[in-house]
């Protein structure tokens, strides 16, 4: 009987439906043990040294870094699984062309044989939280149900969670419930493993009842449901049906030399800068960066006809190697204390390294599989995908209102891409429609594209592609509705390109990117402000020479036109790239983009 399972009841919460369902899924799962997560000081230092028993943790030296410790996962359990990552929508054709989709009743059926008796031997955390600041109007609940130690202490660094989101649950609260396990129950007798997981992987999402189940990882999107599982692929889907955005953007704020302040949300595909970006140092002489999120944004309008946006989360889970003091200083100095870091390297004094933290690897590191390392196996000491996870209140750049319940109102939207050839520097869309036009092609191309030849594309519209709830046709056409639904047009952000990624003919890159990223906002503001020159080309407004602020950086003419100028030829090649992927959402893309690119189409043959 459930009911007999230590720490299931009392529970800490009157809510009689959250109860039913934690003493379900005990029932199913059969842990030896509940512990509901009340998020406390006390309860996080009692579940690491439990961590550090079982040899999952290990405390890194806290004399240089208090609070901070160290995992190093299977080697089969490193990253996000989209091979194995449904959307099981009761008809498939709401997954849509993007996501994998199985029919709903048999994975249910499937999900619970895989769940009978998964938590045996282990402790059932219920893990109550809240995406987004406590009290706020954007903000929405979740409960996840998990039998990982690792992902309950990681869940009370990212969400608020514990005792806060339990009281706004209240007794009758909406929550998204999420269960997750590592799959990998414990015989009487049987020793544990430093990260137990299971080969076989599963998550899982149903759209239309917004739960989520997930199997057998215990790697961060894969085990923090409160993360992409929830504030992107089951929120996109209550965003869709009550008419807000779930988006894969950072946050930043922005404020001039004479104190204007802009807020600008923007959507990158991975290994295009966005943490860097969310964390930038400007070079430029009175200009403030602060970070209001670097991941994800949940945005509604307010009543005064602006869109308002938070962070729906609380802390960083970002990616260690190539972060360094130059690449994205705030982010280091995050990471000075209570941050738990997974996949990395060890040095010989018990901090950590990873790939470009310094030029020279130092001597004696422990490379992440727990072997010396070897420089000259050409394996890197740091898993790629190595993290780290900390509380984003003690981002030296964090914004004061990061948390504010009330949200930022943006004034601008960026997207963007790498890409060596076509695509400008900083291209400002039309208008709206013009803007969801750009988000839904946005793609990155290999390194090694020449100059003036498009690439091999791998589109990715609005860096969404493997964490949208449902069909992307209709997702686009969700962006329309939203523009043409805005209370007052005049207040709805701008749309901007972004490509810090273009190369020369030497395969150099032209711009120099991170903290000269500012000159490319700063005409964003002004643009913003009506300030900028812009010159209008077939692709959309481009800044006149004269209107980036180029004081301090070296550019030649020749340089200057690789960043700014449009080519009529490649453009023309670039624009017939992109039937064939519109093809693939059949009749659910909507008209209003087909209409988009014979526009351009049409731009680019009169120009
Ligand atoms: O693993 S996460 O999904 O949290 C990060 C990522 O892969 O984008
Ligand atoms: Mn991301």
Redesign the pocket.
């Known amino acids: 009987m459930s009911q007999s399972i230590p720490g299931l009841l009392p529970a800490p919460t009157q809510h009689e439906g959250l109860v039913a369902w934690v003493s379900q899924i005990a029932a199913l799962t059969k842990p030896d043990r509940v512990h509901w997560c009340d998020g406390s000081e006390a309860e996080k230092s009692a579940i690491i040294a439990d961590l550090i028993g079982k040899g999952t943790l290990k405390a890194l030296d806290q004399s240089k870094r208090p609070g901070c410790y160290y995992a190093a996962s299977d080697p089969k359990d490193v990253?996000?699984v989209e091979s194995r990552t449904f959307i099981c929508s009761q008809d498939q054709a709401d997954a849509g062309p993007t996501n994998n989709w199985a029919d709903p009743v048999e994975m249910r059926s499937r999900m619970d044989g895989l769940f009978d008796g998964c938590m045996k031997g282990r402790t059932m955390y219920v893990v109550p939280f809240c995406m987004g600041p406590l009290g706020s109007h954007i903000s929405a609940l979740g409960v996840e149900i998990t039998d990982s130690g690792y992902v309950a202490v990681s869940m009370g660094i990212m969400t608020r969670m514990g005792k806060g989101a339990l009281e706004q649950l209240g007794t009758d609260g909406v929550f998204v419930p999420a269960v997750h396990t590592l799959g990998a129950p414990l015989a009487e007798g049987q020793a544990d493993v430093a990260w137990p997981c299971n080969d076989d992987k599963w998550i899982v999402h149903y759209p239309e009842t917004r739960e989520i189940w997930s199997y057998g990882s215990g790697?961060?999107?894969?085990a923090?449901l409160g993360?992409?599982c929830y504030a992107l692929r089951i929120a996109s889907v209550m965003a869709r049906d009550e008419g807000w955005l779930a988006e894969h953007m950072l946050i930043l704020k922005l404020t001039s030399p004479e104190g204007v302040v802009k807020y600008v949300a923007a959507a990158f595909p991975?290994a295009c800068g966005k943490t860097n970006l969310a964390m930038l140092q400007p070079t430029l002489d009175g200009w403030k960066a602060e970070t209001v999120g670097d991941d994800i944004a949940w945005m509604r309008y307010g009543t005064d006809g602006r869109l308002y946006a938070v962070n729906p989360e609380a802390g960083f889970?970002g990616v260690a190697p190539g972060t360094s003091r130059n690449t994205n200083k705030n982010a280091l100095d995050s990471l000075v204390k209570d941050t738990v870091f997974t996949n990395v390297a060890l040095t010989a004094d018990n901090d950590v390294w990873w790939e470009g933290l310094t030029k020279e690897a130092p001597e004696g590191l422990t490379n992440w599989k727990g072997q010396p390392h070897d420089p000259s196996s050409g394996e890197p000491a740091a898993h790629p995908?190595a993290r780290f996870a900390v509380w984003a209140g003690q981002c030296p750049s964090i914004a004061p209102e990061w948390e504010d319940p009330a949200g930022v109102p943006i004034d601008a939207i960026l997207f963007g891409g790498r890409r060596a050839s076509a695509v400008p520097l900083v291209t400002e869309a039309f208008d709206w429609e013009h803007g969801v036009f750009l988000g839904s092609t946005v793609a990155s191309e290999g390194t090694a594209a020449a100059e003036n030849k498009v690439g091999e594309l791998r589109r990715d519209p609005f860096a969404m592609l493997p964490f949208c709830g449902y069909n992307m046709g209709d997702y686009f056409n969700h962006w329309l509705k939203v523009g043409a639904s805005a209370p007052d047009a005049s207040k709805l952000p701008r749309f901007f390109f972004v490509n810090w990624f273009r190369k020369d003919q030497d395969g150099k890159f032209v711009w120099p990117g991170f903290g000269d990223n500012i000159r490319v906002l700063k005409w964003v503001v002004d643009r913003l402000e009506g300030k900028a020159e812009a010159v209008s080309t077939p692709v959309g407004h481009v800044p006149s020479r004269e209107a980036l602020d180029l004081s301090g950086v070296e550019l030649s003419d020749a340089q200057l036109s690789t960043l700014l100028d449009v080519d009529a030829e490649v453009w023309t090649e670039e624009a017939s790239l992109i039937p064939a992927f519109y093809e693939k959402f059949g009749d659910r893309l909507p008209q209003a983009l087909w209409d988009q690119h014979a526009a351009l189409t049409k731009r680019l043959e009169d120009a």
């Open positions: 990253a996000r790697y961060g999107g894969n923090l993360k992409k991975s889970f995908n």
